[in-house]
């Protein structure tokens, strides 16, 4: 990159253009890139949580919708959401997946429209921003998995809080202050990821070259407590799924911070491999681009460093970065080092610095618009058709382990994720004549993940439930002590176990352990209906307690 090209958002030459066509050409692209994902059906992958048993949809329950987490975070409005949707076509997954769909194209006009206007309405650098947001395949995880609703809800409130904060920097109305906190606090209200809205609000601030004044900051108050309020919040409904430290030493957690950053920004080129899970390296061998990454992140200070004064550069890669600050692992979540989802805002800035290099070169050697052509359709060609594939993968829960396994044979998470599948296969009656090999093969996969992550719970779940139906009793009544043992205390899945733990306590003959365990389940829920029957055949067969 030459010192001396400056990289402008606001060439003048190539953009008088009718806006609309445009418009419309990138969300036909985008709508089409996406359209096999309307035939999808609901996976394994956290849509149990977070739909097909979620009670608090049913009804809806609208107290629990504003009081009670869900998968381990705080945000009512993504399921009221899914309530609705709930209300229009019960546990068909269409309407769920058209919304997600529809939101996604309305979050690809919204990058359209906050481009157009921090570039000076630069329409070229509006039309490929937007595109390559659009049909960016690592978006597929976002758009295309039903539980990640809460990525394209809260990038639809945080784009329209951009979007009115600006026109606040242009205009100094109150009312579009407001309007910025307002949906800043809808955002909010969808996803926690939001609470770094008053960083980049800061970064508008640079962008449009405010000085910096007491108003500045007092300006922001609202927005900051708003996030700290739920910073705190987010951090108590976290807090059982955070990895102890014990899991990786402290010394570690910046080397995958590092990585993080360096692999979102690789794989904003090159989208391979894709896949719905990406494991930690095993702590005996790390792996060279982990230990390297550290490099990565001095030469991108150096070029911050070099290229100071180019405003374009700085803001994009500021604004990659603060979107990518609460997903760095810093503070373990989940088994993943990296996660697809995580880069759908954080692209926005790499795709405005990709697209205003590239108008910018255009201006400068007189090329007019063929640079701007030749990256349209090559990104159309090579992401869109990528985008269109991958979301096939996202089908349904077979399709999408087999493919993550393609990648991690080994993934503990994986490997379990896909072992309740098979087992909710073979249990089916269409499926009688396959189902001593499926169980087999899902025996198999909880055997692998199982010794890769021994506290896998629901692998011991899975494994459990088969050794019952194939009476291996004791066998089951192992993995029912550490279902117990491993799940969250009070919770349906540890109620499950000590329904299993029942069921095979009373085909060994032992009715007062089998009474116990069926109690102990009816405790947590009245509604297990194997406890409640089983928990009766004991009464009638060995105590004839018939009442």
């Not at 997954?93 to 769909?101: G, K």
């Not at 978006?139 to 990525?151: F, G, Q």
């Not at 990786?248 to 360096?262: E, I, R």
């Not at 503070?331 to 990709?354: D, H, K, N, Q, W």
Request: positive net charge.
């Amino acid at each position: 990159m030459d010192k001396k090209t400056k990289l402008s958002a606001k060439p003048g030459k190539i953009v008088s253009k009718p806006i609309w066509p445009w418009v419309a050409l990138v969300l036909a692209i985008t709508a089409v890139s996406f359209a096999p994902m309307l035939g999808n059906g609901f996976t394994n992958w956290d849509d149990d949580y977070y739909v097909t048993l979620n009670n608090l949809l049913r009804g809806p329950d609208w107290k629990g919708l504003f009081t009670q987490p869900v998968g381990n975070n705080y945000h009512p409005l993504t399921i009221l959401s899914l309530a609705l949707n709930y209300q229009i076509s019960g546990l068909s997954p269409e309407s769920y997946f058209l919304v997600n769909y529809l939101l996604h194209l309305l979050n690809t006009f919204l990058v359209f429209r906050f481009v157009l206007q921090i570039s000076g309405k630069n329409l070229w650098v509006a039309v490929l921003t937007s595109l390559i947001f659009g049909i960016h395949p690592m978006h597929v995880e976002s758009v295309a998995w039903i539980s990640e609703r809460k990525d394209v809800l809260y990038s639809f409130f945080f784009l329209l809080s951009l979007i009115a904060y600006w026109k606040f920097l242009l205009n100094n109305r109150k009312r579009d202050y407001w309007l910025s906190l307002l949906w800043f606090t809808l955002s909010l209200l969808s996803k926690p990821a939001a609470i770094v809205l008053p960083l980049i609000l800061f970064l508008l601030d640079y962008w449009k070259e405010r000085k910096i004044t007491r108003s500045l900051f007092i300006e922001k108050i609202p927005f900051v407590v708003l996030s700290a309020v739920l910073a705190i919040l987010t951090l108590q409904v976290q807090a059982p799924a955070i990895s102890g430290l014990e899991v990786f030493p402290l010394w570690t957690k910046p080397l995958f911070a590092c990585y993080g950053v360096m692999i979102y920004a690789v794989r904003f080129i090159i989208p391979y491999p894709l896949s719905a899970f990406h494991p930690y390296p095993a702590m005996s061998d790390l792996g060279w681009a982990v230990m390297l990454s550290p490099l990565f992140i001095l030469a991108l200070v150096i070029l911050l460093w070099v290229f100071r004064k180019n405003k374009t550069f700085v803001f994009s890669t500021a604004f990659f970065v603060i979107n990518l600050l609460l997903v760095l692992q810093v503070i373990s979540i989940g088994g993943a080092i990296v996660a697809e989802r995580y880069t759908y805002v954080p692209y926005i800035g790499a795709a405005f610095l990709l697209s205003t290099a590239v108008v910018s070169t255009a201006e400068k050697y007189r090329y007019k618009a063929l640079p701007v052509w030749i990256l349209f359709v090559a990104v159309t060609a090579v992401f869109g058709s990528m985008t269109w594939q991958r979301t096939k993968v996202w089908k349904d829960s077979g399709a999408l382990w087999n493919n993550t396994l393609s990648h991690y044979p080994d993934a503990p998470v994986p490997r379990g994720n896909r072992a309740s599948f098979l087992y909710r296969t073979a249990i089916e009656p269409e499926h009688a004549a396959e189902s001593d090999s499926l169980f087999r093969q899902a025996i198999d996969d909880c055997t692998v993940s199982l010794k890769g992550y021994p506290g896998l719970f629901r692998s011991h779940e899975t494994r459990g439930l088969i050794y019952l139906r194939q009476n291996r009793n004791f066998e089951a009544l192992s993995d029912a002590d550490a279902l117990i043992r491993l799940s969250p205390a009070g919770s349906a899945d540890q109620a499950l176990g000590f329904s299993m733990r029942g069921t095979a306590n009373m085909r060994l003959n032992e009715p007062g352990k089998a009474i116990a365990d069926f109690t102990s389940c009816l405790a947590i829920t009245t509604e297990d209906d194997n406890a409640l029957i089983n928990r009766g055949a004991v009464y009638y067969s060995s105590y004839r307690q018939y009442d």
